[in-house]
DNA sequence: ACGCCCGCCTGTAAGC
DNA sequence: TGCTTACAGGCGGGCG
C-alpha cells in the first residue's frame, strides 16, 4: 500500500510543517509498534527535547534526523527518527484535543499543541530511533527517483539476475521504494511481463522499463499517490489520494487494457496478485 | 540475492 | 442472519 509515491508525498508535506520543530511530549501506547526499543519510556527518551532537522526518505523508509539534545553538552549527532508504514501505517498531523482514531500507537507531540500521530492498524508498520542508520538501511538498493540516473545504470543493477521481473523490481535490495502496486503499473507501461527473467531484457526494453519507473513514480507523486477503495491510505492531512483514477491495470481485472482492449488479467504469483494484458506485454 | 511459503496483524467482503 | 474463509501485502526468516 503505502509505496514510494505515497511516502514521497508524506515526507514532503512532513518536512514543510515539522522541520525545525521541536518534539515536547511522546506517548507511545502500542508496543509493538515501537518494537525495537525496550519500552516506550526509552523511546520517549530518544525523543524529548530534540528537534526534526528535516525529513527524509529511502525507498520505503522515513529518515528524521535529529538534532538539539536536551543534554546540549552531550548532543547525539547521528540520531535519527525512523518510520516504516508497513501495510497499514499512516502519519496524520493533528491539533492535542483532536479525537484520537482507533489503533493510534505513537504520538509526538510538538510546541503549539500539533501532534504528529502514528496510526497502524495491522501493525506491520514500526517507529525507532537509531544511532546506527547503516545497520538498518544500508541493505536498500537505489531509489529509483534519486539514485538511478539513466537507463544504463538500471541495466547494471539487471546484469546477471536470473530473477523474474516483478519480484525483482519488488526486491527492496536491488531497488527501494517499489511495491506491488507501482510494479504492475511500471511492466505494463514498459509492456514487458513479470516472468521474464532480469537479464533478458534487451537495451530497448531496459530503457522502457526505466522511462516508465520513472514516469509512473512521478505521475504518482504528483497525484499525491494511490487509495485504493478501503482509503487505507491518507496523507498528513487525512486526504486521500488520486493516483488510482490513472491505474491502468491493477485493480482492473476483466477491464479492457487501455492499449488493445483485450480484458486484464489477474495471475497469482508468489501468493500475491499481478495484474496484466498478456497481448501487451511480452 | 532463486522461488516460494510462512508468520505477523486487522478490517472488509465474499461465500455458504 | 451469522459464521467461516479469503484477501489485502510489507518484510524477515526459513526451506529445498
Not at 536536551?70 to 508497513?86: F, K, W
Not at 527501494?176 to 527473467?197: K, T
Request: some cysteine; hydrophobic content about 35%.
Amino acid at each position: 500500500m503505502p509505496e514510494l509515491p505515497e511516502v514521497e508525498t508524506i515526507r514532503r508535506d512532513l518536512d514543510r510543517e515539522l522541520g525545525g520543530k521541536r518534539i515536547e511530549r511522546v506517548t507511545a501506547g502500542g508496543v509493538r509498534s515501537i518494537r525495537r526499543h525496550r519500552d516506550a519510556a526509552e523511546f520517549a527518551a530518544a525523543l524529548v527535547g530534540r528537534t526534526v532537522k528535516s525529513v527524509g526518505r529511502r525507498g520505503k523508509y522515513l529518515r528524521i534526523p535529529l538534532g538539539g539534545s536536551h543534554r546540549e553538552d552531550e548532543p547525539d549527532p547521528e540520531a535519527t527518527l525512523v518510520i516504516h508504514l508497513g501495510m497499514s501505517g499512516q502519519l496524520l498531523l493533528a491539533a492535542a484535543g483532536d479525537a484520537t482514531a482507533r489503533h493510534t500507537h505513537v504520538v509526538l507531540g510538538f510546541d503549539g499543541g500539533r501532534e504528529l500521530r502514528f496510526v497502524d492498524p495491522r501493525t506491520f508498520g514500526e517507529v525507532f530511533v537509531t544511532d546506527d542508520q547503516t545497520r538498518d538501511l544500508a541493505r536498500l538498493g537505489a531509489d529509483p527517483l534519486e539514485d538511478l540516473r539513466n537507463w544504463t545504470e538500471l541495466a547494471e543493477l539487471l546484469h546477471g539476475r536470473t530473477t523474474k521481473l516483478k519480484p525483482w523490481l519488488m526486491d527492496q535490495r536491488f531497488l527501494a521504494g517499489i511495491g506491488n502496486l507501482y510494479s504492475d503499473e511500471i511492466l505494463f507501461a514498459a509492456r514487458l511481463r513479470y516472468d521474464r527473467p532480469a537479464e533478458t531484457l534487451s537495451p530497448a526494453e531496459v530503457r522502457r522499463l526505466f522511462r516508465s519507473m520513472t514516469e509512473i513514480l512521478q505521475a504518482a507523486i504528483a497525484s499525491r499517490g494511490s487509495s485504493l477503495a478501503d482509503e487505507q491510505y491518507r496523507d498528513v492531512f487525512g486526504a486521500i489520494g488520486q493516483y488510482q483514477r490513472q491505474h491502468r491495470v491493477y485493480g482492473r481485472e476483466g477491464e479492457a487494457c487501455p492499449r488493445c482492449r483485450r480484458a486484464i488479467v489477474r495471475v497469482k504469483t508468489g501468493g500475491r496478485s499481478t495484474f496484466l494484458c498478456v497481448r501487451c506485454q511480452r
